[in-house]
């Protein structure tokens, strides 16, 4: 009887532990896995780095730290935090990645969701990782010098933009000395406030102020050097595709330089021809014009392999395409480019004698500058 008296009582204790462990026995969960129903950024669903991404769903945790945002898939899964959560809402920001979308889950609970592929405003986001460092300076009303220097697409870039609202005050006009000289001193001789380098010498047709000063020449050399035009009337410019420097010869206006290859047009960027020019890290010059009509001139340097690669000409219009332009053309590059800016001089780095600290400028055959 004793032994009976002393086996009841453990036999209750070890029917509580058995329940109790059922009780806790993660397997008989029954709550169900997160949902993601919707997706929102305000840049037209896709995410921007450094920008909210908004998940609506259900079976989300009630706190910030029941919930965790999974991007990438194995080994490359990126965990993430939200910033907020309230019911069926969590809030994180979007974090950089390679590629322009990624897998996203939400985990909650132990579970995660199904898979939602989130795509990228690649545009903004170039925008934002070429400003996140850069150097603004604002030389006088309505114009900013911003430099960049930064790794973008994997190599460092020397990048140097003038951003131009035309005005009574600020004119733009081009320049085609009957010889050679270099940028700064055709800058000097047409009393500019900045410039930069303009078309392939002799290579294009260049009209100012209405006088012819070089036909171009359309034999011998590639087509897609001379598809583009720049012109300036009233001090309005204008940027579009002519074909050939025969055909930049009929147009009307009082100001006109043929280059190329034509970058962008109506904000649409041109597919470039498969050539070593185009494919090549060169350094680049080019000019574009925003929506709004800002002017940009734009220098990127290169061939110094451990401070600056160059673009490709489709990496060139990714850059004018992040800047805001809608319409934009390459002008002559190389050696060539050049920006000089009043009490500032040469502001970027001609690659001709390779000389990063001290460089050395070609003689140019004309350039765009600003009164």
């Known amino acids: 009887m004793k032994t009976m008296k002393y086996m009841l009582p453990l036999c209750?204790?070890?029917?509580?532990?058995?329940?109790?462990?059922?009780?806790h026995d993660s397997s008989n969960d029954i709550s169900p896995?997160?949902?993601?129903?919707?997706?929102?950024?305000?840049?037209?669903?896709?995410?921007?780095?450094?920008?909210p991404v908004v998940v609506e769903g259900y079976n989300f945790g009630h706190d910030i730290a029941s919930n965790e945002i999974l991007l990438g898939v194995g080994l490359e899964t990126e965990h993430i935090s939200p910033t907020e959560v309230s019911e069926g809402r969590l809030v994180f920001v979007a974090p950089e990645i390679n590629g322009t979308s990624i897998a996203m889950r939400v985990a909650s609970g132990g579970k995660e969701s199904s898979e939602f592929i989130l795509e990228?405003?690649?545009?903004?986001?170039d925008s934002v990782l070429l400003y996140r460092n850069a150097k603004v300076t604002k030389l006088r009303e309505g114009v900013t010098w911003t430099n960049i220097y930064d790794t973008w697409e994997g190599s460092i870039r020397s990048i140097n933009l003038v951003e131009i609202e035309l005005s009574e005050t600020n004119r733009i006009a081009i320049a085609c000395p009957l010889a050679n000289t270099q940028t700064s001193v055709q800058c000097l001789e047409n009393g500019a406030f900045l410039g930069v380098n303009g078309s392939y010498f002799s290579h294009t047709y260049v009209k100012v102020d209405g006088q012819v000063i070089q036909p171009g020449k359309d034999q011998g050399v590639n087509a897609f050097m001379h598809d583009g035009v720049f012109t300036i009337d009233d001090n309005v410019p204008a940027i579009g595709y002519i074909g050939t420097n025969e055909r930049a010869s009929q147009l009307p206006n009082m100001n006109i330089m043929c280059c190329g290859p034509l970058l962008m047009t109506n904000d649409v960027p041109r597919i470039m021809v498969d050539h070593s020019h185009n494919t090549t890290t060169h350094p680049r010059t080019g000019v574009g014009i925003t929506k709004e009509g800002r002017l940009l001139l734009v220098t990127v340097d290169g061939r110094f392999p451990e401070k600056?690669?160059?673009?490709?000409?489709?990496?060139?219009?990714?850059?004018?395409?992040?800047?805001?332009a809608e319409h934009a053309l390459n002008l002559d590059g190389g050696g060539s480019t050049t920006l000089w800016i009043e009490g500032y001089g040469i502001v970027n780095h001609p690659c001709d004698e390779r000389n990063w600290d001290d460089p050395v400028e070609r003689k140019i055959g004309s350039i765009i500058y600003l009164k």
């Open 308 to 324: 600056a690669v160059g673009m490709s000409t489709t990496l060139f219009t990714r850059l004018f395409d992040a800047l805001g």
């Open 12 to 23: 209750g204790l070890i029917i509580l532990i058995g329940s109790c462990g059922r009780q």
């Open 120 to 125: 990228y405003d690649r545009v903004r986001c």
């Open 33 to 51: 896995a997160p949902l993601i129903r919707s997706v929102s950024t305000g840049y037209d669903g896709k995410a921007v780095i450094g920008k």
